[in-house]
């Protein structure tokens, strides 16, 4: 599996100076440097020009960087112009401080003397460049999260997060990557990614023995997010590594991570090297001999430490699964054996685990450990870590306790928050005995229904109370129902008092709006305080409201609602008795809340309809911030629910911008989005960009017709609604550059459509490149993620715990064995049946 | 009669076809759908739901009153089921849980405590009670007919049930619910039986037992309650029977001794003269000592009372002739064992065994067979209380017991109020095709609906092991039926109504552990969620089968267990509380087991969350689904989120777009489109 390790370990390790033999650097002539050139092999030439201290200590640090930059097919070498003037290199000024790395027969990079400048940083600087294509880089979580998800089953990842470019550890892993990404034989099982969550610290060459960069910085250097499996600790001068064991889980018990565990050693390329050769190694290795008489590990573990543990028959299954419990916190630090006692096993029954160091001539150590933690403390580095730093860890290691952790992010939140969630009582308390009084108080009471012990009630009554905070002062009545409490009032059992007026409640949370003598209006929008309040603000005037003015029509239509603004809809009917006006009242009383309705008739509604060109019955619609009504007609004898849906289809926006709460909406229509993304304008000019994305869009729904019907055009602003970051991302499997429009949802099937990112988005082109979707003539740029959601954990079978602890406890009786009388009456407890009832 | 003739003429006027059973009534015989023998707590329980029902029903009571059997017994006046008036909740399911007496009703206040506010209430509150549940529900009760005979015939409908009162007036009935009661005291036969008194008609006035010597037989409640009723004035109290006195507390069995009845338990091991002991009743002889030459010495005194001997059949001579008669001096054990430990004579000895069934008055044709358990002094019957050879003959209450005999509640007010309303959910599907009351919820409001039905719900806790509520999975719906016989679960589909998908079911019922552990020892209790499963105290467990047990399977079930083995066990570990609500404890293992029964995601999300996943996916999970995806999205409070980041970095928030405005995100982006290239390329 490693071929190249003998190759690996011949490498001149860091700041090893090899002065004697012969050198590797090439000191090449106008012509040999034309010849190496166009050999296409990869040479990097310093030109030299001038001579200098600085220049004289630089060429040392070449020559020592030859030797180690031949093992990977890098030629170094050198000019010197003095010699002989070439007419390009030698002759250009920036080639003073600049040294060149040529691939293919051309110039592919330049790096300045400030970059390059001693062994290490030569030798990472050329290594980056060279694995530039094969190493991904990981910027934002999503980036990470989207890595993984595409590893899963598949592959494993090394993780690398470099703190300054340049250093000996830098150089450690690009020297791993490279003999990953291009010497392992048949199939690259690893993907080393490279995080940079921030803008790495370059090692500058002032005062070369300067090894860290300075803390000041590094602390400046904060890091934009955390990735739960490998956070890496801010105030920690080191790089690190994790491996992320992703082929082995199709789906990680308690994150979207895959388990990862991090390497506890100094980073260089041995120690590098052998941490990944470890986490190749089985996790436990079962074994039937005594320790004592286990062989060593074998090559490459050979100097990892074995840690033997104690199974007996009875216990086998229990023993593996904490075996290997133990190895995953072992991983890296030490080889997990589990030793099945057996006549061959002269290991005395007191001890119940072993360890072997791998020093010559070490011997068995045994000992009785009542805990894991005892056994990690023997292997965990000596070297001095954080506290906060282990601590730490422990949080993060997903195996470490995966079964308490609550995986579960509403859960999870009012965990966090328990002691800070608002209180229940502190709000108004409908009970069965003060329901029909409260609610006949006030105009407008507006009730949650919800249990105390559920995660998602409590989350709503967190965001409730803040809207009863809200509207303290106001008319409407903020009370709660405690449904554990008042089961007959939640059950809508009237218990003889006048009927409840809603329906039993079978969800929670629920939030009705109770208004005396009116059945009750669930609430059935977003559960949270904006939304809420809106909905709330929204309902308190009728609907629809009645309108006879002139006067009273215009503040219909412009009047505030606080900082809302909302749609508002006017009936034009001939007169109130019309037919229509039933109808029309009854499809108001569903939009309550969302939209404002008016009903105006008679000859004011006829001037109003002329004016708008349309006939009674018509409908006049106002949506949302926009500045003129539409008029429609209305057809002579709609119901409410066609009504609702023509209003419905009068406020749809031709070309909606997709929040987090508008979206259900939308996926409802069944169609197909073409999505734009657009990012936070900085600027004006961002701006005016953005404004002109969208004419274009609206241009495409117009130019397309009825064509465009079968999908919604819209967009995503990525500055209000950062969530679209990861959905773009896990659509094409990385960020692509902003603007970026895409085609989703198809109701054909899974394939995510990208639009040129090169092409400008013009609405022309956007629909030819539709039509090509519709031939089947564009590939698919990504696809959307399953429907499928299998449990989040493996089974907690306690059916198989009570088969290993007490095999008779769960069985089924053979049908041989007698049953008693009765077979299907309670076996009788003891002996004699009792004396008395 | 004359009570009912105003309401009668009423009805009349009316024109109401509910006047017919008070035609009946006057005529004094008829024909009813439904006749309930017995009006006490079991027969006027099913009265109320057959009322409700608006079923065509009558109650037949032999006495003036119901519950007549409370105006006797227990003979000590005192009831040991208790009324506990004060719980901390307002919750009347909940209060159920520890209100042992009151029947079920939609009346909130139709309860024993409006009675009695005592504890452990007098005996006479409780037909005060029946009495008014009865009136305030308008129940249909015929007092003072008093049925002598029963018997079945074929009719053309169907079998009928005759009961003849003692007028030999007839009631013709399709289904009879014999909710009869057991109060024919329980006997033991043995040589001299006869000599012993019966607990239905010994004296309660302590004075009568001054410095007597007594010895009781049988050990449960009426036994202790007579014990403690007397040890104030006896000299000393002996109890006998086969088996060790069984503590409630410990067997969890409200039959066995209670600790409101156990003060001799106090004496004896306190060594004050009173005593235990065990022997098969069968085995004993009692044998009246005569006064022989002895008592000449003595002077003449008031005629002595009969001394009592006990001794073994075995060592009885001439057992023939002398059956039950004045034995001599070598039969008794003082003479054959040494130091038998009932060798001295008795003044008095008590029976206090129990009831029995009555039998007596069913014909052949509608007689119940013995039940193989409680020593054949019950009626057998299948899972849903029906007789096993006499179809549509149900037996409830007290009577029922045999069902789950020294194990559930079944015996008891507080138990067989909820199996009586589950025959009656049995009666409704056979005879009226309304299938069991049910609750349709969606898949993600299961959890909540399984902790309320944990944390409240009175039936499955009281008649543990014997009744639970059976989950009906159906993809992203299900169908929630309460507290059916478990029993009977390989018959649910015909007896309830309702149809088990391939999705499989759940049933929920609460259980005790079964191992015998030091009930007031270390170690009790468990509190770890993990090992659940070795709960000793009343824990909930649910059980999923991807399809009904079969008959077969539910006889062969585990030893001890309710039901047979299922596909996947959940249970969830004892609280000492009694509540389950925990959300690393209780919550969060039962909603994985509940992931594995409908094979899908439970797990609730943020609005955010749902949109990233609907964007992303196919079908967001299904909690986004029925949620989100119907706009009733749950969005993160702000207040929530805002202690989130003052509480530090949250290691574990996996939602990056979370926080309103990130100040880095242009940066990001820029960093995305230009530094690397392509950014990252996922072509592995």
Redesign the interface.
């Known amino acids: 599996m490693w071929p190249c390790v003998a190759a690996l370990l011949l490498l001149p390790l860091g700041g090893c100076a090899r002065r004697t033999g012969p050198s590797a650097l090439t000191e090449h002539t106008a012509a040999d440097f034309s010849d190496a050139l166009h050999s296409g092999k990869t040479l990097f030439i310093y030109f030299q020009q001038l001579v200098s201290p600085t220049i004289s200590l630089f060429l040392v640090e070449l020559e020592q960087s030859a030797d180690a930059l031949q093992h990977y097919g890098v030629l170094v070498g050198k000019v010197n112009c003095n010699k002989e003037s070439f007419h390009g290199y030698c002759a250009e000024e920036k080639a003073v401080n600049t040294v060149f790395l040529f691939r293919g027969g051309k110039e592919f990079l330049g790096f300045s003397l400030d970059i390059v400048f001693d062994v290490n940083s030569i030798v990472s600087e050329v290594l980056f460049a060279i694995l530039r294509e094969e190493i991904k880089y990981v910027h934002t979580e999503t980036d990470l999260l989207a890595m993984e998800k595409a590893a899963r089953g598949r592959k494993d990842i090394a993780l690398c997060y470099v703190s300054s470019l340049g250093t000996q550890e830098h150089r450690s892993m690009m020297e791993t990557a490279y003999v990953l990404c291009f010497t392992q034989a048949t199939e690259i099982r690893r993907v080393i990614c490279f995080t940079r969550f921030t803008q790495p610290w370059r090692r500058k060459p002032k005062g070369i023995g300067h090894r860290n960069p300075p803390k000041k910085l590094i602390h400046r250097a904060r890091l934009s997010f955390s990735v739960s499996p490998c956070s890496v600790d801010e105030t920690s001068r080191s790089s690190q590594v994790w491996f992320l064991h992703c082929s082995g889980h199709s789906r990680s018990m308690t994150s979207e991570h895959c388990p990862s565990t991090r390497m506890s050693q100094p980073l260089s390329t041995l120690s590098l090297h052998s941490f990944l050769q470890l986490m190749e190694a089985p996790l436990v290795s079962e074994v039937y001999q005594d320790p004592s008489s286990v062989r060593p590990p074998q090559h490459p573990y050979q100097d990892t430490p074995q840690v033997f543990l104690f199974s007996r028959p009875a216990t086998k299954r229990e023993d593996l699964y904490e075996a290997t419990a133990l190895a995953w916190r072992l991983r890296g630090l030490a080889l997990v054996l589990l030793v099945h006692r057996s006549p061959a096993v002269k290991t005395p029954e007191e001890y119940n685990a072993a360890y072997k160091l791998p020093e010559k001539g070490s011997v068995v150590k045994y000992l009785r450990s009542n805990s894991a933690d005892e056994l990690l403390e023997l292997f965990t580095n000596p070297v001095e870590e954080d506290e906060d730093e282990e601590e730490d860890e422990d949080e993060e290691d997903p195996e470490e306790e995966p079964l308490d952790a609550l995986d579960d992010e509403i859960a999870e939140s009012v965990f966090e928050n328990r002691l800070n969630l608002p209180d229940a009582d502190s709000l108004a308390q409908l009970t069965s005995d003060n329901f029909h009084a409260t609610v006949a108080q006030s105009s407008l009471t507006v009730a949650l229904f919800y249990l105390p012990w559920s995660a998602v009630s409590n989350a709503v009554l967190s965001s409730f109370s803040d809207v009863a905070e809200r509207l303290e002062g106001s008319e409407v009545q903020m009370s709660v129902v405690n449904c554990a409490e008042w089961t007959d009032l939640c059950a809508a059992e009237s218990g003889g008092s006048p009927p409840i007026p809603f329906q039993p409640i079978t969800a929670f949370p629920t939030v009705l709006l109770l208004r005396p003598k009116e059945s009750a209006q669930r609430y059935g929008g977003l559960l949270g305080a904006e939304a809420l309040h809106r909905f709330i603000t929204l309902s308190q005037p009728a609907s629809p409201v009645l309108l006879s003015t002139e006067e009273e029509v215009t503040s219909f239509l412009l009047e505030g609602f606080a900082r809302y603004k909302p749609a508002r809809a006017l009936g034009l009917f001939r007169t109130r008795a019309d037919a229509g006006v039933r109808q029309f009242t009854e499809a108001a009383k569903s939009l309550r809340g969302e939209v404002l309705t008016g009903l105006l008739t008679d000859g004011l509604a006829e001037k109003w309809a002329a004016e708008h060109g349309v006939r009674l019955p018509a409908a006049l619609v106002l949506p949302s911030g926009a500045k003129r009504t539409r008029a429609s007609a209305l057809p002579a004898s709609a119901s409410a629910q066609e009504l609702l849906s023509h209003i419905g289809a009068a406020l749809l926006h031709p070309v909606p911008e997709l929040t987090v709460e508008n979206l259900p909406s939308f996926l409802s229509l069944g169609r197909g989005l073409l999505l734009l993304f657009v990012g936070e304008e900085e600027d004006e000019i961002g701006h005016t960009q953005n404004q002109a994305l969208l004419k274009e869009m609206r241009d495409v729904v117009e130019l397309g017709g009825g064509w465009m019907e079968r999908y919604l055009v819209c967009w995503l602003h990525l500055g209000h609604t950062p969530a679209g970051m990861s959905v773009l991302g896990s659509y094409l499997g990385s960020m692509p550059p902003l603007p970026a429009l895409v085609l989703t949802h198809l109701p054909s099937g899974s394939e995510v459509y990208q639009y040129p990112p090169n092409t400008p988005i013009l609405a022309s082109s956007v629909l030819q490149w539709l039509q090509r979707v519709e031939d089947g003539t564009e590939s698919a740029a990504g696809m959307l993620g399953g429907g499928s959601w299998p449990p989040t954990t493996e089974l907690f079978d306690f059916l198989k715990i009570m088969d290993m602890q007490d095999p008779d406890l769960s069985r089924q009786r053979a049908s041989e064995e007698k049953v008693e009388e009765g077979g299907d009456s309670f076996p009788a407890r003891d002996k004699y049946p009792h004396t008395e009832l | 009669k004359s009570v009912h003739l105003p309401y009668l003429t009423l009805l009349i006027l009316i024109g109401c076809t509910e006047c017919f059973p008070d035609d009946r009534q006057q005529n004094g015989t008829g024909r009813y759908d439904y006749c309930v023998l017995g009006a006490g707590p079991s027969g006027l329980q099913m009265g109320y739901f057959l009322s409700r029902a608006k079923r065509d029903y009558v109650i037949l009571e032999r006495n003036s009153g119901p519950g007549s059997f409370f105006n006797k017994y227990p003979r000590h006046r005192k009831l040991i089921s208790i009324n506990k008036i004060y719980t901390g909740?307002?919750?009347?399911?909940?209060n159920m849980r520890h209100d042992w007496n009151s029947l079920l009703s939609?009346?909130?206040n139709l309860l024993l405590k409006r009675v009695s506010r005592d504890f452990f209430p007098p005996a006479d509150a409780f037909p005060v009670y029946l009495s008014m549940f009865e009136k305030e529900l308008g129940l249909r009760v015929r007092y003072g007919v008093d049925i002598g005979r029963i018997g079945a015939v074929r009719s053309p409908e169907g079998r009928r049930y005759i009961l003849t009162d003692q007028h030999e007036l007839d009631y013709t009935c399709s289904v009879l619910l014999v909710a009869s009661g057991?109060w024919v005291p329980?006997r033991v036969e043995f040589v001299g039986s006869d000599l012993v008194e019966g607990y239905e008609s010994i004296s309660t006035d302590p004075e009568d037992y001054k410095d007597q010597a007594v010895l009781i037989?049988?050990?449960?409640?009426?036994?202790f309650e007579t014990a403690q009723s007397i040890s104030g004035r006896a000299k000393l109290v002996h109890m006998l029977?086969?088996?060790p006195v069984?503590l409630a507390w410990q067997?969890h069995y409200v039959?066995?001794l209670r600790a409101v009845n156990n003060d001799l338990l106090d004496t004896y091991q306190l060594k004050s003269l009173d005593g235990l002991a065990e022997i098969?009743?069968d085995k004993i002889a009692i044998t009246q000592l005569k006064e022989q030459g002895w008592s000449r010495s003595g002077a003449k005194k008031k005629v002595n009372k009969p001394k009592f001997c006990v001794t073994l059949k075995k060592y009885l001579q001439h057992q023939e002739e002398k059956n039950g008669s004045d034995a001599r001096r070598a039969e008794t054990l003082e003479y054959q064992l040494d130091n038998f430990s009932m060798r001295k004579p008795y003044d008095r000895v008590i029976s206090?065994?129990?009831?029995r069934f009555n039998f007596s008055i069913f014909q052949s044709s509608a007689r119940p067979l013995n039940?193989?358990?409680?020593?054949g002094?019950l009626p057998?019957l299948t899972?849903w209380y029906e007789g096993d050879n006499t179809p549509g003959l149900f037996v409830l209450g007290?009577a029922a017991?045999?069902?789950?005999?020294?194990?559930?509640a079944g015996?008891f007010v507080h138990g067989f109020r909820y199996t009586v309303r589950s025959v009656h959910r049995v009666l409704e599907q056979r005879y009226h095709g309304n299938p069991w009351q049910s609750?349709?919820?969606?898949t993600t409001?299961l959890q909540?609906?399984i902790?309320?039905r944990i944390?409240?719900a009175s039936g499955p806790y009281q008649m543990f092991?014997v009744l639970g509520d059976v989950i009906l999975l159906r993809g992203s719906r299900c169908e929630y039926v309460e507290e059916f016989t478990l029993?009977a679960l390989p018959r649910f589909s015909s007896l309830s109504g309702h149809e088990v998908s391939k999705h499989g079911l759940i049933v929920l019922v609460m259980q005790y552990g079964k191992n015998k552990v030091d009930y007031l020892g270390r170690g009790r209790a468990d509190t770890e969620w993990?090992t659940?499963?070795k709960s000793n105290f009343l824990h909930p467990v649910l059980y999923y089968y991807d399809k009904l047990p079969t008959?077969?399977?539910?006889?062969?079930?585990?030893?001890?267990?309710p039901l047979?083995?299922?596909k996947?066990?959940?249970?969830m570990v004892e609280d000492f509380l009694t509540e389950w609500?925990?959300?690393?404890s209780h919550?969060?293992?039962l909603?994985?087991?509940l992931?594995?029964c409908v094979?899908?995601?439970?797990?609730?999300?943020?609005?955010?969350?749902c949109?990233?996943?609907?964007?992303?996916?196919?079908?967001?999970?299904?909690f986004c689904q029925q949620g989100?995806?119907?706009?009733?999205?749950?969005?993160?409070?702000?207040?929530?989120?805002q202690?989130?980041q003052d509480?530090g970095?949250?290691?574990?928030v996996?939602?990056?777009?979370?926080?309103g405005?990130?100040p880095?995100?242009?940066?990001?982006?820029a960093?995305?489109?230009?530094s690397?290239?392509?950014?990252?390329?996922?072509d592995?």
């Open positions: 909740s307002q919750n009347r399911e909940f939609d009346r909130p057991l329980q037989l049988g050990k449960g409640n009426s036994a029977s086969s088996n069984r067997t039959g066995d098969p009743l206090c065994l129990g009831f039940s193989d358990n409680a020593k002094r057998r899972a007290t017991h045999s069902r789950d005999y020294r194990s559930s015996g609750t349709e919820l969606s409001q909540s609906w902790l309320k944390n409240e092991e029993q993990t659940a499963w008959d077969e399977e539910m006889k062969l079930r585990p030893p001890g267990w047979p083995r299922p996947a066990i959940h249970h609500g925990t959300p690393i919550i969060q293992p909603r994985r087991f992931e594995h094979q899908t995601d439970l797990r609730a999300f943020y609005a955010e969350s949109f990233r996943l609907s964007l992303a996916h196919r079908k967001p999970p299904l989100y995806l119907k706009r009733q999205g749950v969005a993160r409070d702000s207040r929530l989120w202690r989130d509480g970095p949250m290691p574990t996996r939602d990056e777009g979370t926080s405005a990130d880095a995100f242009p940066a990001h982006l960093q995305a489109g230009a690397i290239s392509a950014g990252l390329k996922l592995f």
